[in-house]
């Protein structure tokens, strides 16, 4: 009988394994596919598995561009904002394609500076995510190579996705693409790019929005169920858009469709289906994108978000002189409109970031005080973005974090 051959075990992946730090990103597919691949898994995230033996170099580049293990800032030698890092312009803006702007997530900023990459030719096609054909609320990566196909991607889908898992398959050909993933795709896909150049000649634009962190797809499954429906009922599903923060709605085999308010669906249901790796995250805010987008929401006198429907409207935060060079283009063609906006501002409308950065330090305390693995986090002024908040905020996150480990429900 053929004895199957021994396969050890990655010690990168199992750190992250046993930590439960990964964010699903597949970026250890990309390196070391096909010994690595990446699929879902029963509680509804994207994880690794590993099938064959890992070649040192390939052990060494997960050690160094894996989020669940590592992050580096790109802030470069700049003053940083403790809170948001390296900004180079601050704006507000929106797509001026009435449909887009409607079909969107937020104001349609992001597919607009998209449309301005594929029309310049600056790029050949746009690597993106987009709703699964076979699992309606879970996601797909597509390349979009026409302006159509990047509208019908527009909108946030709250649920896993792993761009950068096939990638390898894009290089080579000489195209060029850009990328829009989270956060933490973008910074693993960075990362990788100071490793091996080859990266950047395909994908020279690196794009991301704000991201509060990713739920498992239990948890649409939670909001289609709340809806009066069963999941398998469901063949399309929106998170939100069409309309700013729009509905979350499910079309069923009969045609009818349930829907629920963002207020509902994220607030209520979504929010709570979040992966550990997300509570512990340095960087919501695309410290390694050229440009990033969120919603630029509106807020009351107490400085509360107002989510009641009203024109989409995108917060456009530029990193590098790449992303100026997008906003600059996309203005000039016209694809969108822009206003500037006040750094001092940012904190008021977007308190879920605030919040979660102003936390992280007591947060990761916690973690290693009980010997739990975090990952390592370089030049994120941690401290400083801890000492903007108050001291019952990290001593109420750090016994929170205590309280869920001694539960078992972290890591
Ligand atoms: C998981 C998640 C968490 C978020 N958290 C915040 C937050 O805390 N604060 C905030 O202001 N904004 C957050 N956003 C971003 C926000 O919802 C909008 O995406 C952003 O404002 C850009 O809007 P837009 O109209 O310019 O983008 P659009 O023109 O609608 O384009 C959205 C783009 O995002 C891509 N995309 C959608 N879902 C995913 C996904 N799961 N993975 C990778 N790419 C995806 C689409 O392919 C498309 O290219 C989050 C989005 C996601 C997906
Ligand atoms: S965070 Fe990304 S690179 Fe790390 S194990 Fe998860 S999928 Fe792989
Ligand atoms: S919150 Fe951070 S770790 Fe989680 S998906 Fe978003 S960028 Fe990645």
Known sequence: MKKEKFKPLSPSIKTVSQGNLCSGCGACELIAGPSIEIRNTADGFIRPTQLGELSSDQEGLIA???????????????????????????????????DLRFQASSGGGLSAALFFLLGSG??????????????????????STSIEEIAEAAGSRYAPSAPLAGLRSLMGSGKRYAFVGKPCDVAALRALTGLEPALENSFPYLISFFCAGVPSTKGAEEVIRKMGAAPEQVTEFRYRGNGWPGRAVATLADGTTRSMTYHDSWGGILSK??????????????DAADIVFADAWEADE??????????????????????????????????????????????????????????LLARLLALRLLGKPTPQYQGFSILAAARTGSFAWSARNFLGMVRRILLGRAP
């Open 64 to 98: 160094r561009c894996c989020p669940g293990l590592v992050q580096v800032s790109c802030g470069g030698a700049g003053a940083q904002h403790p809170l948001w890092g390296n900004v180079a312009s601050l704006w507000t803006g929106h797509s001026t394609d009435d």
């Open 122 to 143: 600056k790029v050949d096609g746009v690597v993106q995510v987009r709703a699964s054909e076979t699992l309606p609320y879970a996601n797909a990566i597509s390349i």
């Open 273 to 286: 289906h979040v992966q550990h790796r997300c509570k512990i995250c340095a960087d919501g805010t695309g």
């Open 302 to 359: 107490r400085g509360y978000p107002l989510f009641e429907e009203r024109d989409g409207r995108s917060l456009i935060l530029v990193r590098t002189p790449k992303g100026q060079t997008i906003l600059e283009g996309a203005v000039r063609e016209s694809h969108i409109a822009v206003e500037p906006f006040d750094i001092a501002e940012l904190e008021k409308i977007q308190p879920g970031q605030t919040g979660r950065r102003r936390a």
